[in-house]
């Protein structure tokens, strides 16, 4: 194995980590020769996410413990993210099944090998990080929430309320698994667990928004695609925000680089003023910028 992912893993685990983070980012293109593998640590597990079939998972396994000079680490999963439904095998320890993290200071729900995602995506550690510091009193409106973090986030920074809105019910009811976990007042959490698309109306029902949260799968069969939608969202931004209320417009796809947000909002509301571009987890580096996550600020007039 070379050297630079057991240097990545002896950096990581030399000192306690009690937060959920990403430990090796090979999709990013960094690293030649590791371009299908990531690391993700949802303490105590280790998630290993491979996009093409891992030669020798004994030796990365035996590697991961030799670096885990705090014992830190009690299950190894291995996902196969190449293979249909991405099935996950237990390398070590034994399956944990959900798991409870600590991120950001909040804790969540996970769980390892579900599918594509355990229910927290790392590399929006930063963003929940700026609602921590930047939601205070505001109506927060969070589409395509799946399992609510950032609501969870902006509440804990002191949002008035905030309103989640998934087509998946069971993502949504994760979500109020994971307010519950931050003890956090239900009456100030609305769900729409349908889709989107046919609940503008209902939506209407919950005020106006001073900050909109816009985070959809690139593309979703039967549901959503970036590249046709994101404009049908973006269009319905006036009859919903508050005046200069905050958009929160993210997009994390390997072919729409971040032209193609900026052109959506200039074509669609050219009044809408374009404040900078959020950071992503430093952990999720990228030769190409544009083919990573992109999260971008829009202030409404």
């Known amino acids: 194995m070379p050297d630079v992912l057991a ?61 885990d000079v705090n014992r830190q680490v009690e299950s190894i999963m291995l996902q196969h993210r190449y293979v249909d439904q991405s099935p996950a095998e237990t390398l ?102 349908h889709n989107l698309f046919t609940s503008w109306g209902k939506l209407k029902q919950f005020g106006r928004y001073d900050l909109v949260i816009i985070d959809p799968p690139a593309r979703q069969k039967g549901s959503f695609d970036a590249e046709r939608d994101y404009k049908s969202v973006v269009k319905r931004l006036p009859k919903l925000c508050n005046p200069g209320a905050i958009i929160i417009a993210a997009l994390n796809s390997p072919f729409l680089g971040r032209d193609f947000l900026l052109d959506v909002f200039s074509k669609e509301l050219p009044t809408t003023n374009f404040a900078g571009w959020m950071p992503v987890a430093r952990a999720f580096e990228e030769s190409d910028a544009e083919k990573g996550l992109k999260i971008a600020r829009i202030e409404m007039p």
């Open 92 to 193: 070590y320890g034994s399956e944990p099944g959900r798991v409870i993290v600590q991120s950001e200071g909040l804790q969540f729900e996970v769980n390892p090998g579900r599918r594509q995602n355990a229910g927290l995506f790392l590399d929006m550690g930063p963003m929940r990080e700026w609602l921590l510091a930047n939601s205070e009193g505001k109506n927060v409106l969070n589409l395509f929430a799946y399992t609510c973090a950032l609501s969870v986030a902006a509440l804990a920074g002191g949002a008035a309320s905030v309103t989640n809105v998934d087509m998946s019910r069971p993502s949504i009811e994760w979500g109020m698994r994971n307010h519950q976990l931050n003890d956090q007042d239900i009456a100030r959490i609305h769900n729409v667990p």
């Open 7 to 67: 240097e990545k893993l002896q950096l990581f685990f030399a000192t306690e980590q009690p937060e959920a983070r990403r430990i090796f980012h090979g999709r990013g293109h960094c690293y030649p020769g590791f371009e299908h593998l990531c690391l993700d640590w949802f303490g105590p597990v280790v998630l290993i996410s491979t996009w093409q079939p891992h030669d020798n998972p004994e030796t990365l396994t035996q590697q991961i413990l030799e670096a």
